[in-house]
């Protein structure tokens, strides 16, 4: 029997194991595979799917047809930014400087105490809720943790875990300053049930709380099993100052550390369940490093963390410096499932953490104390791709052991004068083992091709929560009127795919406009998007391109070089937009002497950059899966207002 001659349905369900390049192969079998591929609903979501970086939610449940449909409403709207109505949130409280975004879940620090630094208790919501309940009581909508300790930091696994790790110090009995992490059920603001010890204790310094308010910081992490943070003490209060520290939160065990001799790394990010991204600034490097195992044998001590690769930022110009670099990647891997069921979602498909960016946020400043902010971005397959590519060259190749052959002679026995037998004198001991460094990998030869570099404002890289998926967003101020402080928002998009899909569909557009080319105004790709059917999903268009889900960037950008800078502007949300294909220069327009590197740096990572045509009254905006929330700042800039903009047909 061959193929063919299987029943459609058993067909489609072979079919639906295939990815998106192999589906385009089977397409050009013949007629009936080509048919039969383009009227499933099914194959259809299967492609949409990983096209557009996410991955299905089975739990959902909606049939296949109306998440197709919800899936082309959405991205159609966020290819022409079309939100619908705007709902402004007030904060019924004094915010703190801490705050998360995450998983559909705001999070503010409360300030009751009027601490400078961190918070007094902590307050979350969910998004949808102050969406969907705009006209209730603000302060009915905020859920409260109250933890009876100055609050530091957070750190959130809301679908994966129900957790919240909170960072604390509090005054010991006598008069000493101890700091410890919380393990908190989100949800009921309880002792987390799955924590065999409810806080671990991190170190006691001999300073009271009042001497070290604003003198330390820590950065957390959760994934799976693993809680991760970077814990910076009060000066020449520990040494070393700075620790990196790995547990198992479940069992309260250490398994992994690494004492930092200098505040040189502020923050970090996951890559994969397993790989982290650490920015070091006194080297100018982001090292990347690989998380052994998450158990060790009972009261074993924790092992080092080790580098496993160093990747080279381009080198600093005379005078320059990094001050800070912080990063963000949105969402994270993970092995374990989401199924917290306090948050258990509904929607119909997660954004894909395999296809995600990460962000670095980096801060310069020079001899004459002038700061410029810069923002670098990444995928985080890119990145994962060039650490394996390494461990691969420098792990040596292992051959097995020859067994002695036992058919060699015995050696010849020696005597001395008075015919006492000589023993052999032993062998030496083998040196030790030479220490092999982490392979260095200059700029030149891993970033110019995966990433891009963008010049941002001071006060917009002071928020970190701006990726989700492939998307980034920022502000940048009116040029039109300086006087009025006010801003377009910007969605930046690396998705390669979309990238593709809308370079083809304006340059289609601008030949019918010249009247070089009478056609459908369209253009290919365009029925990708449209919402009146679904028969015309898979046909021809950006599905014939062969980009696939974002994974491959470099050769994505190799395929787009004719495409050059389309720049364009929506008829109907008068969004302003560009498509940038091309490599550029980071600070093109300065002389060499006034830039932050010494080298030109240029970089080639394709993307499509939209702004809106409204102009906003926002210090910032902050990005959350379907959701860019517009931040509005006291004069103080502590939060003051937050006016959330849901694209039309998100969740």
Not at 66 to 74: A, I
Request: negative net charge.
């Amino acid at each position: 029997m061959s193929l063919l001659q299987l029943s459609p349905e058993l067909m489609v369900h072979i079919l639906s194991y295939l990815d998106y390049r192999d589906l385009q192969v089977c397409r050009r079998v013949n007629q009936a595979m080509n048919k039969l591929i383009q009227s499933s609903i099914l194959l259809q979501y299967s492609m949409q799917l990983q096209l557009c970086g996410y991955d299905d939610n089975p739990s959902c449940p909606q049939v296949i047809a109306d998440k197709l449909r919800r899936l082309l409403q959405q991205e159609n709207a966020w290819a022409r930014l079309d939100f619908e109505k705007e709902t402004t949130i007030r904060i019924p409280f004094t915010p703190s400087s801490i705050y998360d975004l995450t998983d559909g879940i705001l999070l503010l620090g409360e300030s009751v105490s009027g601490a400078q630094s961190g918070a007094d208790t902590i307050r979350w919501t969910r998004l949808s809720r102050l969406v969907a309940n705009s006209d209730a009581p603000r302060s009915n909508l905020w859920e409260r943790i109250d933890v009876s300790a100055h609050v530091i930091d957070v750190g959130l696994s809301v679908e994966e875990h129900d957790l919240i790790v909170v960072a604390t110090d509090r005054e010991t009995d006598d008069n000493q300053t101890q700091f410890e992490l919380r393990l908190i059920q989100l949800s009921t603001g309880l002792n987390h049930p799955l924590a065999a010890q409810p806080a671990i204790e991190l170190a006691i310094v001999p300073l009271p709380p009042q001497a070290v308010a604003g003198h330390c910081s820590v950065c957390i992490e959760i994934i799976g099993d693993l809680l991760c943070f970077l814990f910076h003490y009060p000066s020449g209060s520990t040494t070393p100052p700075a620790m990196f520290e790995v547990y198992n939160w479940k069992t309260g065990q250490c398994l992994q550390i690494r004492g930092l001799d200098c505040p040189s790394y502020s923050t970090f990010t996951f890559l994969a369940p397993d790989v982290i991204a650490l920015p070091n600034c006194a080297d100018n490097t982001i090292e990347l490093c690989r998380i052994e195992s998450t158990s060790l044998a009972e009261k074993a001590p924790p092992q080092q963390l080790k580098t496993s690769c160093v990747l080279q930022l381009p080198s600093l110009g005379h005078g320059h410096s990094l001050a800070q670099v912080t990063c963000r990647s949105e969402p994270k891997a993970t092995k374990t499932a989401r199924n917290a069921p306090a948050f258990r979602s509904s929607e119909p498909f997660h954004l894909k953490p395999e296809d995600a960016v990460v962000i670095f946020n980096v801060m310069t400043h020079d001899s004459q104390g002038f700061h410029e902010c810069l923002t670098l971005i990444v995928h985080s397959a890119a990145l994962l791709r060039i650490l394996d590519q390494q461990i691969a060259l420098n792990t040596p190749i292992r051959y097995p052991e020859v067994p002695p052959s036992p058919f060699k002679a015995p050696p010849t026995p020696k005597f001395d004068e008075n015919g006492i037998p000589i023993l052999p004198s032993p062998e030496p001991p083998a040196p030790p083992p030479a220490l092999v460094e982490s392979p260095r990998l200059p700029w030149s030869q891993w970033g110019p091709n995966i990433c891009r570099w963008l010049e941002v404002s001071f006060g917009a890289s002071r928020w970190i929560t701006t990726t989700c998926g492939q998307r980034y967003v920022t502000v940048e101020e009116d040029p039109i009127d300086d006087d009025s402080m006010r801003s377009t928002i910007v969605v930046y998009d690396f998705n390669p795919h979309n990238v593709r899909r809308l370079a083809a569909q304006h340059r289609k557009r601008r030949r019918y406009l010249r009247g070089y080319r009478p056609g459908d105004l369209s253009g290919p790709g365009s029925e990708l998007f449209s919402t009146a059917g679904l028969t015309g999903v898979g046909g021809g268009g950006a599905f014939g391109m062969g980009i696939g889900a974002g994974l491959d960037v470099e050769g994505s950008a190799a395929r787009m070089d004719h495409v050059s800078l389309i720049p364009f502007t929506d008829p109907a949300t008068r969004v302003i937009g560009q498509i940038q294909c091309e490599t550029t220069e980071l600070m093109a327009g300065y002389a060499m002497q006034y830039r932050i590197f010494d080298e030109p740096v240029r970089t080639s990572l394709p993307f499509a950059q939209l702004s809106s045509y409204k102009t906003y009254a926002y210090g910032a905006v902050l990005l959350d899966r379907n959701n860019v929330i517009g931040v509005k700042l006291s004069d103080s800039d502590d939060i003051k207002e937050l006016v959330v903009h849901t694209i039309r047909g998100g969740l």
